[in-house]
């Protein structure tokens, strides 16, 4: 039995010319449509603009839907965690008051992204 190759675990379509089978690669479009999350697609558009080489280098190893997935997954960890200490710290004075609470969980949902964005998102990973 022959190992498969990196491309047909991904999926890849072949063409054949003259014999030759070559491989349907495109860079560009197929990498967004996949669903890896709103961190993971605001990190992706991050480092395509921000470390070409990385992208690239991601893209070409296949990585690159992995590795958004994964800094997706810690982003979402981190804003949970963020969100909870801070309304831990801040106890609402009326905690029948939908208003309050509801003002707490947007500061603290306001204050977690902007964590996240700076400390996971706007990386070099």
């Known amino acids: 039995m022959s190992e498969e190759t990196l491309f047909e675990k991904l999926?890849?379509?072949?063409?054949?010319?003259?014999?030759?089978?070559?491989?349907?690669?495109t860079l560009g479009g197929e990498e967004h449509?996949?669903?890896?999350?709103?961190?993971?697609?605001?990190?992706?558009?991050?480092?395509?603009?921000?470390y070409p080489q990385r992208?690239?280098?991601?893209?070409?190893?296949?990585?690159?839907?992995?590795?958004?997935?994964?800094?997706?997954?810690?982003?979402?960890?981190?804003?949970?965690?963020?969100?909870?200490?801070?309304?831990?710290?801040?106890?609402?004075?009326q905690s029948n008051s939908f208003v309050e609470m509801y003002r707490l969980r947007t500061q603290a949902r306001m204050i977690a992204e902007e964590v996240v964005l700076n400390d996971v998102v706007n990386c070099f990973h």
């Open 33 to 50: 449509s996949t669903d890896v999350g709103k961190y993971g697609r605001m990190w992706m558009i991050y480092i395509q603009k921000e």
């Open 55 to 93: 992208y690239r280098s991601l893209v070409r190893f296949g990585e690159l839907h992995d590795k958004a997935t994964e800094v997706n997954e810690v982003a979402y960890e981190l804003l949970e965690d963020i969100e909870n200490e801070w309304l831990r710290k801040h106890k609402p004075k």
């Open 11 to 25: 999926g890849v379509k072949y063409i054949e010319k003259d014999g030759i089978f070559y491989p349907l690669v």
